[in-house]
């Protein structure tokens, strides 16, 4: 199983968030982990620009985004910016994208959010053809009619993930990525609803077994603790839940908030998490780092426990 982290923008100015956020990618590449993960906050920093920055600071590790939302940009637009930063970062990116949910696309962006999987179907027509890199891109569906040059070959392979929830987004996925990130998804769901669904649509397309990126909030805690970190998964994560997307993909699992998602316990807690979520089928973990406190020292400090821990997890994990 691959280990990764999500790193991402938080509270404060900018110049604050990308010191931070350059800190934090230091610390995964230097503590043996395979991945970064740049959430697309709506309301906050570019993801791609933050992976073309962590890139400079970093040389082997995988920086992925977790999820570019389709409907924000035309596909050659995506795709000129992922070839771009794909070559920037010497080919470590990874392109986690997804059609969003309707109180980001509709309620912010005023877009329309109808029939968002034939959507995805038609937009990765024409990002598959870009990402190609065979020196055009001509498509036409019921989206799209593209014909666009575009002399940007990809400097190594880029895999691309796509934010699948639901069967029809699973068959998608399967046949025309290398993958899905997900979040909201416990090991039930994973073991009983995802995995087969998006493997059997790699396998029918004559693809590779996909990658199936699990994203978990992870805390480090006594085992008095536990129910104090659920709590605050609840209080700072819960906006997701609002989504029927989400709503949708509970009632395949055990899980009925991101607060029971949560990994939290001692060492012998989350090495048991993360091995319960492999043997469910998921190739990698997305670690969301919940600390817990009442003030700032002690929630930093708790951040930097859970860093330790997981460090040496990874280790026993190879």
């Known amino acids: 199983m691959r280990i990764g982290v999500m790193v991402g923008p938080e509270r404060g100015d900018s110049a604050k968030k990308v010191s931070r956020m ?6 995964a590449e230097s503590a043996g982990l395979d991945s970064v993960w740049v959430p697309q906050v709506p309301n906050d920093f570019d993801a791609l620009t933050a992976v073309a920055l962590m890139g400079q600071r970093t040389s082997t590790i995988e920086i992925g985004t977790a999820v570019v939302p389709l409907q924000a940009q035309h596909p050659i637009a995506l795709s000129r910016q992922a070839l771009s930063v794909h070559a ?12 969003s949910h309707h109180w980001i696309v509709q309620d912010m962006l005023g877009l329309p959010y109808e029939k968002p999987a034939k959507y995805t179907r038609d937009y990765l027509d024409v990002l598959n053809a870009a990402l190609a890199g065979t020196g055009g891109v001509d498509v036409e569906n019921d989206t799209f009619t593209v014909h666009n040059p575009l002399d940007l070959p990809p400097v190594g392979p880029m895999p691309v993930f796509v934010a699948a929830l639901g069967p029809v987004m699973l068959s998608i996925a399967g046949e025309r990525a290398d993958g899905t990130v997900l979040w909201m998804a416990d090991d039930r769901n994973i073991a009983e609803h995802i995995a087969p669904r998006i493997r059997k649509a790699a396998a029918n397309a004559g693809k590779p ?3 199936i990126v699990a994203g978990l909030p992870v805390c480090l805690c006594r085992p008095s603790e536990v129910d104090t970190a659920r709590e605050r998964a609840n209080r700072i994560l819960a906006e997701a839940e609002v989504s029927p997307n989400y709503q949708r993909l509970l009632e395949h699992g055990n899980v009925r908030n991101v607060g029971d998602l949560c990994i939290a316990g001692d060492e012998e807690a989350i090495m048991a998490g993360f091995r319960r979520y492999a043997e469910a089928g ?7 780092l919940l600390p817990i406190g009442d003030t700032r020292d002690e929630l930093v400090a708790s951040k930097y426990r859970t860093r330790e821990v997981v460090a040496e997890l990874v280790k026993e994990l190879r």
């Open 282 to 288: 998921a190739t990698d973990i997305s670690m969301r």
């Open 88 to 99: 920037a970062i010497g080919g470590r990116l990874a392109l986690g994208v997804g059609p």
């Open 209 to 211: 077994a996909p990658r």
């Open 22 to 27: 350059m800190a934090d990618v230091e610390w």
